[in-house]
Every structure is written in C-alpha cells, then in structure tokens.
Nanobody, 117 residues
Framework: QVQLVESGGGLVQAGGSLRLSCAASGSIFSINAIVGWYRQAPGKQRELVAVISDGRTNYVDSVKGRFTISRDNAKNTAYLQMNNLKPEDTSVYYC???????????WGQGTQVTVSS
C-alpha cells in the first residue's frame, strides 16, 4: 500500500514562507500522474489549491503569484512553496496523486499550516 506523507507545515507570521513536501513510499509519480495540493479550513469544504500535470500548473486565484507547485518524479516527491502567507491561508494542506489510466487515487494525512496576523 503506497502512502503519501506531507511535511513542512507549521506556524508562521503573515508575510512569511513555508515549503510543504509530499513524499510517496512507492513509485507513483509517473508521467501520467496528476499531483495536487488541497486545503481544508475548519467548517469549510476542501479546495484545490494547485495542480501540476504534464509540466503544466494551475492555481486557485487566491494563491496565484504566491504559491508554486513542483514535483520531482525521480524522488516521488511534490512540493508547494508558499510565500507571502496570509491568515486566510490557515488550513490543513493535503497532497493528492491521481494515476490516470489506473484509476488510483492517493491522499496524504495532511499537514497543518497556521498563519498569524
């Protein structure tokens, strides 16, 4: 059973930066895999923050210009660089890997990001 493990969350002041990592225990970062970072704040629905697929990236409007998603397929690891953090970015952040064609979908356990004002 492949597992995803997120790390890098923590408490940071507004304007600060964090870099989240998502490491897979198996080789699931294939070329056809879509990697996404989601977040969920208390009482809110989980939302897609950033996604990377086939070298292309997309971001939710609220993080454009501040967050950068990347992946290292050889290391089976994805990253989310978060700069100029705002209190509204406070959430649990989750990594997701979807393997197209195989119908497999993997989630990490989440990592807490708290931004103080």
């Amino acid at each position: 059973q492949v597992q995803l493990v997120e790390s890098g969350g923590g408490l940071v002041q507004a304007g600060g930066s964090l870099r989240l990592s998502c490491a897979a225990s198996g080789s699931i970062f294939s070329i056809n895999a879509i990697v996404g970072w989601y977040r969920q704040a208390p009482g809110k629905q989980r939302e897609l923050v950033a996604v990377i697929s086939d070298g292309r990236t997309n971001y939710v409007d609220s993080v454009k210009g501040r967050f950068t998603i990347s992946r290292d397929n050889a290391k089976n690891t994805a990253y989310l660089q978060m700069n100029n953090l705002k209190p509204e970015d406070t959430s649990v952040y989750y990594c997701n890997v979807a393997q197209l064609g195989l119908g497999k979908d993997y989630w990490g356990q989440g990592t807490q990001v708290t931004v103080s004002s």
